[in-house]
């Protein structure tokens, strides 16, 4: 057996085989951290996405509630003397026959 500095061949195989082990097992606790850590960014981003198209959605719904409030508040509003386009009542049309015989009166 060659002996080096109070050490076996064996020995110093041995102990080289055991570094190389180490350092492989840190590089695979390395590469799955960093795997771990995309995938959490990857999971973050996607949230993120979610989120800003859910707010788009929601503006945009906020958007088409404005305009069906502002296309009732037209519709409902009251319309000018002689611009309206529908028949006078018989409370009016009564008003102005009595006011047209007072005028002949």
């Known amino acids: 057996m060659l002996y080096i500095s109070g050490l076996s ?8 085989r055991k570094r190389i082990e180490d350092l492989k097992e840190k590089e695979r606790q390395k590469v799955t951290e960093e795997l ?3 995938k959490k960014q990857q999971k973050d981003a996607e949230k993120q996405e979610r989120s800003l198209h859910r707010e788009a959605e929601l503006h945009q719904e906020v958007e088409q509630l404005k305009e ?5 508040m037209n519709q409902t509003r009251i319309p000018n003397e002689g611009t309206s386009k529908t028949k ?3 409370g009016l049309l009564l ?5 047209f015989f ?3 009166v």
């Not at 061949?9 to 080289?16: D, G, I, M, Y």
């Not at 008003?95 to 006011?99: E, K, R, V």
Request: net charge positive.
């Open 68 to 72: 069906k409030k502002m296309e009732k």
């Open 36 to 38: 771990e850590l995309w």
């Open 88 to 90: 006078p009542t018989k």
């Open 102 to 104: 007072k005028v002949w």
């Open 95 to 99: 008003q102005c026959i009595l006011s």
């Open 9 to 16: 061949f064996k020995q110093l195989e041995e102990a080289e």
